[in-house]
């Protein structure tokens, strides 16, 4: 029997400014806080985690062991199918720039836009790969 994974629960990356990583994804993205302490913000996403980690906090810890790579990170959310034109407008208005909106061969859209640590995050339709 081969063993298989499903799904990757927890994304993690480092922050620099812990009050600009809560705004932009618990106000601005409305992701629960689950976690939160000076080092690390958790936040819910759908079934998943975004784990945000405070770059010189945590760098040099020993348990549990440094978990986030440095430099610009990209990671994508998929939205609900009917909202996608609607979450452009949403960040539009609030300021962000959508850096680049491609449609795939799949015929499926995803747009980016960067966080507050100039991460490169993305929204994608549902189905994006086929599954």
């Known amino acids: 029997m081969a063993l298989t994974l499903e799904k990757i629960k927890e994304t993690s990356i480092n922050i620099t400014d812990m009050a600009k990583t809560k705004n932009f994804y618990h106000q601005l993205l409305g992701f629960d806080i689950i976690m939160e302490n000076e080092r690390l ?8 985690l975004l784990l ?26 998929e939205c609900k199918a009917n909202e996608y034109e609607d979450w452009k407008l949403y960040l539009i208005k609030n300021n962000i720039d959508i850096e ?8 499926k859209k995803s747009f980016y836009f960067r966080d507050p640590d100039g991460h490169s995050v993305e929204i994608i339709e549902p189905m994006m790969w086929g599954f």
């Not at 020993?62 to 994508?76: D, K, N, R």
């Not at 680049?100 to 015929?107: F, P």
């Open 52 to 77: 945000c980690f405070d770059t010189e906090k945590t760098k040099n810890q020993i348990s549990p062991p440094p978990h986030a790579a440095m430099g610009i990170q990209h990671f994508a959310f």
């Open 100 to 107: 680049d909106e491609i449609t795939w061969k799949s015929g």
């Open 41 to 48: 913000i958790f936040f819910k996403v759908g079934t998943d």
